[in-house]
């Protein structure tokens, strides 16, 4: 079965930068588009940034537009987020994402990715 984990979160002092991971398996990665999700507490889930199957194509949100950079690995079945300048408003739970369809334009919203992995804390205070 489809199986997400991502590592890489922790505690960063505002302007610092964390690089997060997802490894993939359980589906042929390479086929399918892939985003990078965020909860804030008492928040609601929001779309951060996502990658077509092919790296073709690279959106993100734009609170986070020019701090950070998404990128994957098909070879290693691998995601990343490299994130920079944080801001204590980044501080959430962050979340890998795969589209629930196989090469089609990427998703920019959450409702087409199916799979979530387990996520981890990112926290961004002095």
């Known amino acids: 079965q489809v199986q997400l984990v991502e590592s890489g979160g922790g505690l960063a002092q505002p302007g610092g930068s964390l690089r997060l991971s997802c490894v993939a398996s359980?589906?042929?990665?390479?086929?399918?588009?892939m985003s990078w999700a965020r909860q804030a507490p008492g928040k609601a889930p929001e779309w951060v940034s996502g990658?077509?199957?092919?790296?073709?194509?690279?959106q993100y949100a734009d609170a986070v537009k020019g701090r950070f950079t998404i990128s994957r690995d098909n070879a290693d079945n691998t995601l990343y987020l490299q994130m920079n300048s944080l801001k204590p408003e980044d501080t959430g739970v962050y979340y890998c994402?795969?589209?629930?369809?196989?090469?089609?334009?990427?998703?920019?919203?959450?409702?087409?990715?199916?799979?979530w992995g387990q996520g981890t804390q990112v926290t961004v205070s002095a």
């Open positions: 990658i077509a199957h092919d790296s073709s194509d690279i």
């Open positions: 359980g589906f042929t990665f390479g086929w399918y588009a």
């Open positions: 994402l795969k589209d629930s369809l196989s090469y089609r334009t990427l998703p920019v919203t959450l409702e087409p990715y199916g799979s």
